[in-house]
Nanobody, 131 residues
Framework: QVQLVESGGGSVQAGGSLRLSCEIS????????VAWFRRAPGNEGKEREG?????????????YYSESLKGRFTISRDNAKRTVYLQMNSLTPEDTAVYYC???????????????????WGQGTQVTVSP
């Protein structure tokens, strides 16, 4: 059974930092790409916004970022812990959202920001940034 469990969300003031974790079990770790998505308040009927993704080990663990977030967020993989992290710095109230991690089998090539591409999802973790 595949499980993705996010943690690390919380409340922070603008300018602060948070590190989200996504612990993954039940799949062949080496060939899965992992992404972070988010959904802001009021956007429940819309697709989740792609934040960052990292390709599989077999695809050299390349990181990709939404252009609007590049430079503030960093994605990384700890292969020993089967965990993907999203380090978020210089947070603004516009970063307030539920953050989800997602995984998809991908033994070659880049990961994607389309939520329909991913088969497995976590339950989400709330990030709230106050002014």
């Amino acid at each position: 059974q595949v499980q993705l469990v996010e943690s690390g969300g919380g409340s922070v003031q603008a300018g602060g930092s948070l590190r989200l974790s996504c612990e993954i079990s039940g799949l062949t770790w080496d060939i899965y790409a992992v992404a972070w998505f988010r959904r802001a308040p009021g956007n429940e009927g819309k697709e989740r916004e792609g934040v960052s993704c990292i390709s599989s080990i077999s695809s050299n663990e390349r990181a990709y970022y939404s252009e609007s977030l590049k430079g503030r967020f960093t994605i990384s993989r700890d292969n020993a812990k089967r965990t993907v992290y999203l380090q978020m710095n210089s947070l603004t109230p516009e970063d307030t959202a539920v953050y989800y991690c997602a995984a998809e089998r991908s033994s070659g090539g880049a990961c994607r920001f389309a939520q329909s591409w991913y088969s497995y999802w976590g339950q989400g973790t709330q990030v709230t940034v106050s002014p």
